[in-house]
């Protein structure tokens, strides 16, 4: 007989087959104090009436925020709840529990704060004025589980009206692993990107990114296809994304269906579920690279995938080679915290691609691990490293980067014109 399980807090009991009931009872996170307040005097130093000076100095010197506060290290996870994982538009109550895991993961992994806010709203203007007057309590913003193509524009619109960092992780975050991964399934077998031609199924948030990133990185070619075929300049039902991509992508001049652009590819990215046929896998180039993300059934089932293919990963953690965005999205955070970028560049998201492949050691790396387990000890701080150093490298006299502050810093504040309080 199973043991039941017991909530410490309320000493219920859930059946074992709801353990992840009681993991999620109450919530995930919660909110702790950095200082003791174990007395008047601790309470004249962390509230009224010593914090009034910081109040002041910071009102002066609006930059001290930075220092004195924990702006410079929270991130505000922002969604509308209307594309969560893969359960589509589930609403923002519903979202909450992924937006609490995204949190907790930023924090174990990164170390960065995190708070997830649910917004009652889809409409785009409200989106980004709600985040814009939310923006000082922020170092950053994190948005999540957002639809396209609204998406696209929510992040172009919050990145020129904010100086803080906006990564739309179901865009970028997958772009990046997959560019990792990608350059690392090329090593294994000898080539180089340049020498590939890659198509990516699916023209939504990620494949759009991840498109982008390619393209950035040196890719040989890309096709991107809907619902409807390959994304083609001209193709006269494109939206203003997809004739953008299409503009910069399918060198070839592909048309057709995705198992046509299929025919003779290099790499299958797969970030649209579906089902592909086994017999347009087939037709695809010997010692191929099949990507199949869609969770929980890859649009290649691996079993079929390595029929066909040199290298293949999916989004599940129950098959070789995991791209999944965990990999990412604290280290990046990380980098640009710890420089206090105002801005996300494609060459810190490069620099975190390149630095992620490295993390598998040239006497690992093979066709079954070509990307590292979210447990590795050295993703996130390799990730922060490499972000953080591009963020410096790239800051100009519009963008003044600079190092986070280690704790308890102080720097050379003059201090002789705020108002003295009595303790």
Known sequence: MAAEII????????????????????????????????DADDLSLAYTPGVARVCTAIAEQPELVNDYTWKSNVVAVVTDGTAVLGLGDIGPEASLPVMEGKAILFKQFGGVDAVPIALACTDVDEIVETVVRMAPSFGGVN???????????????????????????????????????????????????????????GAGAAGIAIAKMLVAAGIGDVSVCDRRGVVYDGRGDLTDVKAEIAAVTNKA????????????????????????????????AKGCFIFAMANPTPEIHPEVAHKYAAVVATGRSDFPNQINNVLVFPGVFRGLLDAQSRHVTTEMMLAAARALAT?????????NYIIPSVFHPDVAKTVAAAVREAALANAGPQEPARDRPTPGFVGTLDTSSFPAVEL
């Open 7 to 38: 909530h410490p807090n309320t000493q219920d009991t859930v059946d074992p087959v709801d353990a992840v009931f009681a993991l999620h009872r109450g919530g995930k996170m919660e909110v702790r104090a950095t200082v003791p307040v174990r």
């Open 143 to 201: 948005l999540e589980d957002i639809s396209a193509p609204r998406c696209f524009e929510i992040e172009r619109r919050l990145q020129d009206a904010l100086d803080i960092p906006i990564f739309h992780d179901d865009q970028h975050g997958t772009a990046i692993v997959s560019t990792a991964a990608l350059w690392n399934a090329a090593k294994v077998t000898g080539r180089e990107i340049g020498d590939l031609r890659a198509v990516i199924s």
């Open 253 to 284: 001049g592909l048309k057709g269906s995705l198992a046509d652009a299929l025919n003779g590819a290099d790499v299958f990215i797969g970030v649209s579920g579906g089902t592909v046929p086994e017999e347009a896998v087939a037709t695809m």
């Open 359 to 367: 993390t598998v050691a040239d006497d690992e790396l093979n066709a």
